[in-house]
T-cell receptor, first 118, second 109 residues
């Protein structure tokens, strides 16, 4: 299967700081990447869809000024959590869609980033 | 709309079988199954396309009944390594994946 990397794998920061998370597709070009947030024992909550060369599409209730997404190339998308607060602490996972075309397309997940805001 | 998974949790002894179901109220284009181990990201297992197909890999297989808008994941002779949370993701034509709440599977020795 396709490989997606994510960095950092975990980060601890002080309240009010900004944190940048990188997501890379290593062996394929991903025009579309997705950012999820997951709380313990819960499902994957889609935050936004990141499209290469255009603005991200945010899900209802997700603040776009709080969670900045940039998809600058076909292999890299970044999520920046601005002015992080303790309630932003969570497991953030990116996913990239492998462009096989049509029904065969699926998504591969990065290893996730655990964010703890103190 | 989020697919519905059942059961929410299942506990097995090593060697036992399990079935996890995933159903949707909307017509589906494809169903994608993932397994997530504690503290890790989901790992892709398989994709099923409309047409009533079945797939399998070793002792894990799945079926997709598009008329019933339902997919089932079959785990045969379960191993300890099968423990984790299983998510189904459903996709309508041209849209993104929507994930169910997950089924927590525990395999004990």
């Amino acid at each position: 299967g396709a490989v997606v990397s994510q960095h950092p794998s975990w980060v601890i920061c002080k309240s009010g700081t900004s944190v940048k998370i990188e997501c890379r597709s290593l062996d394929f070009q991903a025009t579309t990447m997705f950012w999820y947030r997951q709380f313990p024992k819960q499902s994957l909550m889609l935050m936004a869809t990141s499209n290469e060369g255009s603005k991200a599409t945010y899900e209802q209730g997700v603040e776009k000024d709080k969670f900045l997404i940039n998809h600058a190339s076909l292999t890299l998308s970044t999520l920046t959590v601005t002015s992080a607060h303790p309630e932003d602490s969570s497991f953030y996972i990116c996913s990239a869609r492998e462009p096989m075309g049509g029904a065969q397309e699926t998504q591969y997940f990065g290893p996730g980033t655990r964010l703890l805001v103190l | 709309q989020q697919p519905v998974q059942s059961p929410q949790a299942v506990i097995l002894r090593e060697g036992e079988d399990a079935v996890i179901n995933c159903s949707s109220s909307k017509a589906l284009y494809s169903v994608h199954w993932y397994r997530q181990k504690h503290g890790e990201a989901p790992v892709f297992l398989m994709i099923l396309l409309k047409g009533g197909e079945q797939k399998g890999h070793e002792k894990i297989s799945a079926s997709f009944n598009e008329k019933k808008q339902q997919s089932s994941l079959y785990l045969t002779a379960s191993q300890l390594s099968y423990s984790g949370t299983y998510f189904c993701g459903t996709r309508k034509s041209g849209s993104r994946l929507t994930f169910g709440e997950g089924t927590q599977l525990t395999v004990n020795p």
